[in-house]
């Protein structure tokens, strides 16, 4: 086997990796797909790994936060109002979560709503968790996104005020670190 050339001015090559049977790593395959994943069915990924606060994978034996249940349908009130405690709580990751479940059970005429709303609550997750880049890109789409509702207003939703909120953290993603603190108003 010939040895692959290296990009580096005066690296040497690395040797071939031996074959993943006398690595002791070869997933096991049965018709094509990895069977030691937590998946669904259908193949699709579970997520049952435990989550910290913000929504970060723990080792499979820690003890993670309580998660929201996926693919409940609440009805909008109920969501925005669980959505509310989770961030208040410091969480929005989960309220997240929620916002997302509303997102995909939302009629098509407020579809772009929620799922601006589902976009601020991960915009500031990642400003918590220090990813300031991400953070003021889904903040700014998320405040793109429920924009053209400020005439309107569904469910309280206090529109205008969320989105100078997500502009302003978008402009200064540091100040979201502490995610209680920063928390918005969904309701106003």
């Known amino acids: 086997m010939p040895a692959r050339r290296c990009r580096r001015r005066g690296a040497r090559p690395r040797p071939p990796a031996p ?37 970060r994978p723990l080792p499979h034996d820690a003890v993670g936060e309580d998660r929201a249940p996926e693919g409940v ?5 109920a969501a925005l109002s669980e959505a509310q405690q989770l961030l208040d709580a410091g969480r929005p990751f989960h309220a997240h979560e929620v916002l997302e479940d509303a997102w995909k ?9 929620w799922r601006g709303l589902a976009q601020l609550a991960v915009g500031l997750t990642h400003a ?14 998320g405040a793109g ?24 953290l978008a402009a200064a993603p540091e100040e979201g670190r502490d995610p209680v603190r920063a928390a918005p108003r969904l309701q106003g």
């Open 19 to 55: 074959p993943a049977a006398e690595r002791g790593t070869a997933p096991s395959r049965q018709d094509g797909r990895v069977q030691d994943r937590d998946r669904d069915a259908e193949g699709r990924a579970r997520n049952a790994r435990p989550r910290d606060a913000l929504g």
């Open 105 to 113: 059970s939302a009629p098509d005429d407020e579809r772009q709503l």
């Open 145 to 168: 996104n429920i924009a053209g509702y400020a005439d309107r207003r569904p469910h309280g939703v206090d529109v205008p005020g969320l989105v100078g909120w997500a502009r302003g």
């Open 73 to 77: 349908v609440r009805a909008p009130g």
């Open 128 to 141: 918590a968790r220090g990813n300031d880049r991400g953070a003021a890109t889904l903040l700014q789409r």
